[in-house]
């Protein structure tokens, strides 16, 4: 039982590059979210979606991009990546039974230089 | 617009001491209310959580936390820590019937020997 896995767990961007963080969970929940930790600061939501297909934005999706072709993965997409998105990223998913919360994944700590 | 206030980002304690990390929230209808724990390197796991019922939940490793609707907070609270405890902990409230869950910027628990 994986629960959510997140590759890769580090990378180092030059400024301009691209790149995509994979998410995939194996629990069929519906709901999937991309959020950002930076030190101090909490994590903030980047995207999220609510099934296979549907993606909205959160409270900081500029410069991100996401797809949702199936239940079990939420790719997030950096295009001309710049340093202020250097930072942990975390993917999560959750069931359709708001109490029981979140499932994280271990991060990806991205560097843009 | 919704809010989660962690006051301290940082508290230093002593082993076997108690703790109190404070949670304050802004919302004017129903909230589930949740404590995440996130240990060095590693993504958020669940410690405990309020939906509804007994003010006063218990989480894993001996925390609990107690709501107060009148007071809008949810603190979580350890009667004896150990060193292991050393870690950041996030409070987090989902509002209405919305799936997203806020984050507070997060409490780092020193435990010093």
């Known amino acids: 039982n994986a629960g959510v896995t997140q590759t890769p767990k580090f990378r180092i961007l030059k400024i301009g590059q691209s790149m995509t963080l994979q998410c995939a969970q194996d629990?069929?929940?519906?709901?999937m979210y991309w959020y950002r930790q930076d030190p101090g600061m909490g994590l903030k939501l980047i995207y999220y979606?609510?099934?296979?297909?549907?993606?909205d934005k959160g409270e900081v999706p500029n410069g991100y991009n996401v797809s949702r072709s199936t239940t079990e993965d939420f790719p997030l997409r950096l295009e001309l990546a710049a340093p202020s998105q250097t930072s942990v990223y975390f993917c999560?998913?959750?069931?359709?039974?708001?109490?029981?919360?979140?499932?994280f994944g271990s991060g990806t700590r991205l560097t843009v230089v | 617009a919704q809010s989660v206030t962690q006051l301290d980002s940082q508290v230093p304690v002593f082993e076997e001491a108690p703790v109190e990390l404070r949670c304050n929230y802004s919302?004017?209808?129903?909230?589930?209310l949740f404590w995440y724990v996130q240990y060095p390197n590693q993504g958020l796991q669940l410690l405990l959580k309020?939906?509804?019922?007994?003010?006063l939940v218990k989480g894993i490793n001996g925390f609990e936390a107690e709501f107060n609707k009148s007071q809008t907070s949810f603190h979580l609270r350890k009667p004896s820590v150990h060193i292991s405890d050393t870690a950041e902990y996030f409070c987090?409230?989902?509002?209405?019937?919305?799936?997203?869950?806020?984050f507070g910027s997060g409490t780092r628990l020193l435990v010093r020997p």
């Open positions: 987090a409230v989902s509002e209405g019937s919305s799936y997203k869950l806020i």
């Open positions: 999560a998913s959750s069931g359709r039974d708001r109490g029981h919360g979140y499932t």
């Open positions: 309020y939906l509804s019922g007994s003010t």
């Open positions: 979606s609510v099934g296979a297909g549907i993606t």
């Open positions: 919302s004017s209808v129903s909230v589930y």
């Open positions: 629990m069929n929940h519906n709901y």
